[in-house]
């Protein structure tokens, strides 16, 4: 079974500019979730997506970060304009439908923002 | 009253002795808790969950000990080896994980030989 794709998996910008980064996830996985890791903290959610519907984006910064999910399957996150402070390693994860189910991570997106 | 703290930061070991991760949290309403270990470039990867109904689940050399009480959790590491050395969080989640999980901050643990 192939894990949860991510790209690109490194990229370096400058403050006020904009990135975008996709997510594959496993085949058949309903739910999707964007988590951002800064250096040496947990992981904390953005957003989640059941199917091509958001389920909570309580915490995505809306004035700058923007997520969609296409056709309930591909997923594209994206910072207009960057900021210092966006630095950080952007992790997409997915799982199928049920309870106490596994969140299946891919490899992540490293973002430096100069 | 969504955090996860977990302590250490860090944590040395030597080969072959216990590695001991705390973790407390204050939502009741968490009912799934999930334990990830993360090494470097990677995304995280579940290594062991437990519900709250019950006190302890072992798989292999893990074992998460559950105080519902006290809204403490643990993991523990038998016959820590080197490939142990690793990040691990915890985290929590409610709706039995289908809610966002909420991660504690992480320890990095070092088996040393």
């Known amino acids: 079974e192939a894990g949860v794709a991510q790209s690109p998996r490194y990229k370096i910008i400058e403050k006020r500019q904009s990135v975008a980064f996709w997510c594959n996830p496993i085949?058949?996985?309903?739910?999707l979730y964007w988590y951002q890791q800064i250096l040496g903290q947990g992981p904390k959610l953005l957003i989640q997506?059941?199917?091509?519907?958001?389920?909570?984006d309580s915490q995505l910064p809306k004035d700058r970060f923007s997520a969609e999910r296409l056709k309930g399957v591909d997923s594209t996150l994206k910072i207009q304009p960057a900021k210092l402070e966006d630095s950080a390693v952007y992790l997409c994860?997915?799982?199928?439908?049920?309870?106490?189910?596994?969140?299946?991570f891919g490899p992540g997106t490293r973002l430096t923002v100069l | 009253q969504q955090q996860v703290k977990q302590s250490p930061q860090s944590l040395i070991v030597q080969k072959g002795g216990i590695s001991i991760i705390n973790c407390a949290y204050e939502?009741?309403?968490?009912?799934?808790f999930p334990w990830y270990q993360q090494f470097p470039g990677k995304g995280p990867a579940l290594l062991i969950a437990?519900?709250?109904?019950?006190s302890e689940k072992k798989e292999g050399r893990f074992t998460i000990s559950f105080n519902k009480s006290a809204k403490q959790f643990s993991l523990h590491i038998m016959d820590s080896q080197p490939g142990d050395s690793a990040t691990y969080f915890c985290?929590?989640?409610?709706?039995?994980?289908?809610?966002?999980?909420?991660f504690g901050t992480g320890t990095r643990l070092t088996i040393i030989p």
């Open positions: 994860a997915s799982r199928t439908s049920g309870r106490a189910v596994e969140q299946f």
């Open positions: 085949s058949g996985h309903a739910t």
């Open positions: 997506f059941q199917n091509n519907g958001v389920v909570d």
């Open positions: 939502n009741t309403a968490f009912d799934y």
């Open positions: 437990i519900r709250p109904d019950v």
């Open positions: 985290a929590a989640s409610d709706n039995f994980g289908n809610e966002k999980l909420t």
